[in-house]
């Protein structure tokens, strides 16, 4: 099985679940481990939430477990029921953390709107504004890191 997913940069991608498990009680589970999350972890887990919806019907419950490495290896409980309530939370961590990717850098560092305005004083306006959206965010926020070290 594969679930299909927009990777960053919007290109489609796919990747395999970890494990299925079907509990006594009659709950299905798509299992990802972690050991090492890369930057598309995030989409995944969404893309297999979404999964686990639509294949949900009343008599079978499908549900995601997002099973960090490090969590595992602390884990104390023996049923997969007290797994999943442990790792609740760092799932909802990870699908926070993509809410905030696309925010800038330092969020201006607590700045005046004047002082964010002159970015441009360290770089030609023309050049700035003839570069697309994600470049010229990622000149804005390099600009405000070099502008953190100086005051440093």
């Known amino acids: 099985m594969r679930i299909d997913y927009l990777a960053n ?6 990747y395999t679940p970890d494990f299925f ?6 709950h299905y589970y798509l299992v990802e ?4 999350e890369d930057r598309d972890v995030p989409l995944k887990a969404k893309a297999a939430i979404a999964w ?6 009343e008599a079978v419950p499908w549900h995601y477990l997002y ?7 602390r884990m104390a409980g023996d049923t997969i029921a007290e797994l999943a309530r442990a790792c609740a939370p760092a799932l909802q961590n ?3 953390s993509e809410e905030f990717q696309d925010l800038p850098l330092f969020v201006n560092l607590g700045q005046s709107d004047e ?3 002159t970015v441009d004083s360290l770089i030609d306006p023309a050049i700035l504004n003839a570069l697309p959206s994600r470049y010229r965010r990622a000149a804005d926020q390099a600009i405000m890191l070099y502008r953190f070290f100086k005051q440093s």
């Open 94 to 96: 990870l699908l926070q």
């Open 67 to 73: 099973i960090p490495q490090g969590l595992f290896e």
């Open 115 to 117: 002082e964010v305005a």
């Open 52 to 57: 686990c919806e639509a294949a949900s019907s």
């Open 33 to 36: 481990t972690k050991g090492r």
């Open 21 to 26: 498990i079907r509990t006594i009680d009659g």
């Open 9 to 14: 940069g919007d290109r489609l991608a796919f």
